[in-house]
Nanobody, 121 residues
Framework: QVQLVESGGGLVQPGGSLRLSCAASGSIFSINSMRWYRQAPGKQRELVASITTAGITNYADSVKGRFTISRDNAKNTVYLQMNSLKTEETAGYYC???????????????WGQGTQVTVSS
């Protein structure tokens, strides 16, 4: 089985910073794209940022210039550095990844359990 475990969430004041981490473990042969999503109460889950194995990144317009996604392929870990946080970015943040469990198998999509980020004064 494959597990994605997020960490680094918490309470931060508006304008503050947090760094989220997501470590993948289990039966992993390779990982393709890794992503961060967020979901606020009463709202749909939205894609925040993504990164390919080669390090190509994409961001939601709302976070460009403030958030940075990165990954350590040797550690099967993806990070999200969040700066200048806003109150409206209070949400559960979820890690997502496309994982191949063995040579010749297909990539399957996995989710973490989420980590809460609360931006409040």
């Amino acid at each position: 089985q494959v597990q994605l475990v997020e960490s680094g969430g918490g309470l931060v004041q508006p304008g503050g910073s947090l760094r989220l981490s997501c470590a993948a473990s289990g039966s992993i042969f390779s990982i393709n794209s890794m992503r961060w999503y967020r979901q606020a109460p009463g709202k749909q889950r939205e894609l925040v940022a993504s990164i390919t194995t080669a390090g190509i990144t994409n961001y939601a317009d709302s976070v460009k210039g403030r958030f940075t996604i990165s990954r350590d392929n040797a550690k099967n870990t993806v990070y999200l550095q969040m700066n200048s946080l806003k109150t409206e970015e209070t949400a559960g943040y979820y890690c997502n990844a496309d994982v191949k469990k063995a040579v010749g198998s297909y990539f399957a999509n996995y989710w973490g359990q989420g980590t809460q980020v609360t931006v409040s004064s």
